[in-house]
């Protein structure tokens, strides 16, 4: 199975910063099938972007994903209070789906 | 809008079995594959099980195959998750998600319900 290693595994920022997070895949994933979802503290995930690139419905366009192969980022360009939380990876170009172990993005 | 409400969560000794529920609003719940997803206390997410739309099509991760079985009534918009033969690490937070399969088998989640706890100690 493909594993996916998130970095850094907490990153701290200021609001109105720029965040950069990565996940790195242990081998090629196929036909960009990558998805990011944010999980606030006692909440479920939510969906941010799939096809690496896409945001979901009602996603703030300061969210964006790029990447291929076996490197994608999400980038939150401007960071709003309400971003920090965990930021997980998913990829589903191979069986079975697999996540990173997340990011923790939290208040410098 | 589309909702997704997880029950049957409890503490249950090893070895029990639990009735999972995970009931669909909002959406045509025929139309869609569905999925169930785990987390462990303080850990990462592992996908486990996914049904097709007609339930035709069932898959199952390593760690729970031949104990656990997923099933859906259409007619109820309600997704199942039988829990058999449980162990201590099948302690989790236990989420359904609609299933967007744009590859075969495999896709992405969303929307999430809220989840249901499931504790298994003695």
């Known amino acids: 199975e493909i594993v996916l290693t998130q970095s850094p595994g907490t990153l701290s920022l200021s609001p109105g910063e720029r965040a950069t997070l990565s996940c790195r895949a242990s081998q090629s994933v196929s036909s960009s099938y990558l998805a990011w979802y944010q999980q606030k503290p006692g909440q479920a995930p939510r969906l941010l972007i799939s096809g690496a690139s896409s945001r979901a419905t009602g996603i703030p366009d300061r969210f964006s994903g790029s990447g291929s192969g076996t490197d994608f980022t999400l980038t939150i360009s401007r960071l709003e209070p309400e971003d920090f939380a965990v930021y997980y990876c998913q990829q589903y170009g191979s069986s079975p789906n697999t996540f990173g172990q997340g990011t923790k993005l939290e208040i410098k | 809008q589309v909702q997704l409400v997880e029950s049957g969560g409890a503490l249950v000794k090893p070895g029990g079995s639990l009735r999972l529920s995970c009931s669909a609003s909002g959406f045509t719940f025929s139309d869609y594959y569905m999925t169930w997803i785990r987390q462990a206390p303080g850990k990462g997410l592992e996908w486990i099980s996914y049904?097709?739309?007609?339930?035709?099509?069932?898959y199952y991760a390593d760690s729970v195959k031949g104990r656990f079985t997923i099933s859906r009534d259409n007619a109820k918009n309600s997704l199942y998750l039988q829990m058999n033969s449980l162990r201590a690490e099948d302690t989790a937070m236990y989420y359904c998600?609609?299933?967007?399969?744009?590859?075969?088998?495999?896709?992405?989640?969303?929307?999430w319900g809220q989840g249901t706890l499931v504790t298994v100690s003695s």
């Open positions: 998600a609609r299933y967007h399969v744009p590859a075969a088998i495999l896709g992405w989640f969303d929307p």
């Open positions: 049904i097709s739309s007609s339930g035709s099509a069932i």
